[in-house]
């Protein structure tokens, strides 16, 4: 059974920095790319950051890049977003996924696993 389980989410006043953890089961993932989404109330999924299985090549959203950091441990079966100099803005539900076949860009189409989802309020 596939899991992806998010962890690290909580209230922080802007400014401040969050890392968020996410523990994959349930298939290979060192042959998986991985990636976060966010969705805000209201608003659709938008895309955070990738990261190749090898973790050599990653990507990240316009409105994240110089701030959050995605990083892996296949050894360990974990992806990380350290997320810095956190905005108001940056509130939402940051969700964990796993497609297949690196590539960029990608949409929340291209998923092939996700997970439940971590809340992250950022207080200004």
């Known amino acids: 059974q596939v899991q992806l389980v998010e962890s690290g989410g909580g209230l922080v006043q802007a400014g401040g920095s969050l890392r968020l953890s996410c523990a994959a089961s349930?298939?290979?993932?060192?042959?998986?790319?991985m990636a976060w989404f966010r969705q805000a109330p209201g608003k659709e999924h938008e895309f955070v950051a990738s990261i190749s299985w090898s973790g050599v090549t990653t990507s990240y959203g316009d409105s994240v890049k110089g701030r959050f950091t995605i990083s892996r441990d296949n050894a360990k079966n974990t992806v990380v977003l350290q997320m810095n100099s956190l905005k108001p803005e940056d509130t939402a539900v940051y969700y964990c996924?796993?497609?297949?076949?690196?590539?960029?860009?990608?949409?929340?189409?291209?998923?092939?696993?996700w997970g439940k989802g971590t809340l992250v309020t950022v207080s200004s």
């Open positions: 349930g298939f290979t993932f060192s042959r998986y790319a």
């Open positions: 996924a796993s497609y297949w076949n690196y590539r960029d860009p990608i949409t929340k189409r291209d998923m092939d696993y």
